[in-house]
């Protein structure tokens, strides 16, 4: 069975830093592209970012880029978002999700159950 | 960036009714497009990807179509379990832009 489980969510305070993890399990992660997407509360899904299979390739979003980094550990069958100065605005439900094609592009067809990150003093 | 416009934000139909979601492009995106569907306090549900492909598991009466720039999604026959609110979502490029959402609800 496919399982994405995320962890490392929490409060934080405007311009800290966290480091999100999702665990996968079931499938073999190294083929897989895989991504974070987000979701405020009460709002709609935005994609966050991309990583390759390999993790030679990254994407991410305008609101995030320059202070969001996605990583991968095939070893470990993890990926990982290191989130630096962080603002109120990315108060949301973070979800680690897979990309349906081996190796490709054509949705997501597995998420996680998200994990919640609130940006407040 | 390609922008990504649902129309509807929401509505409401009644058990039975056909319903069509429209996703717009301000950009050609060929057929790279996928709909989602997230339930009240759920994870998103993946419905269709390529603009048309029914994912596995997904009920017969939901249907995609269209390309370039105008796509559909349909319920044939809404169903109470249906509630929820659908995504589109492009795929040919980076960012992988979300819709804002069509709410939909039972009359």
């Known amino acids: 069975e496919v399982q994405l489980v995320e962890s490392g969510g929490g409060l934080v305070q405007p311009g800290g830093s966290l480091r999100l993890s999702c665990a996968a399990s079931?499938?073999?992660?190294?083929?897989?592209?895989m991504n974070w997407v987000r979701q405020a509360p009460g709002k709609g899904l935005e994609w966050v970012s991309y990583?390759?299979?390999?993790?030679?390739?990254?994407y991410y979003a305008d609101s995030v880029k320059g202070r969001f980094t996605i990583s991968r550990d095939n070893a470990k069958k993890s990926l990982y978002l290191q989130i630096h100065s962080l603002r109120a605005d990315d108060t949301a439900v973070y979800f680690c999700?897979?990309?349906?094609?081996?190796?490709?592009?054509?949705?997501?067809?597995?998420w996680g159950q998200g994990i919640l990150v609130t940006v407040s003093s | 960036d390609i922008q990504m416009t649902q129309s509807p934000s929401s509505l409401s139909a009644s058990v039975g009714d056909r319903v069509t979601i429209t996703c717009r492009a301000s950009q050609d995106i060929s057929n790279y497009l996928a709909w989602y569907q997230q339930k009240p306090g759920k994870v998103p549900n993946l419905l269709i990807y390529a603009a048309s492909t029914l994912q596995s598991g997904v009920p017969s009466r939901f249907s995609g179509s269209g390309s370039g720039t105008d796509f559909t999604l349909t319920i044939s026959s809404l169903q109470p379990e249906d509630v929820a609110t659908y995504y589109c979502?492009?795929?040919?490029?980076?960012?992988?832009?979300f819709g804002q959402g069509t709410k939909v609800e039972i009359k």
């Open positions: 979502q492009k795929y040919n490029s980076a960012p992988r832009t």
């Open positions: 990583i390759s299979s390999s993790g030679a390739t990254t």
């Open positions: 079931g499938f073999t992660f190294s083929i897989y592209n």
């Open positions: 999700a897979r990309d349906l094609v081996v190796r490709g592009m054509a949705g997501f067809d597995y």
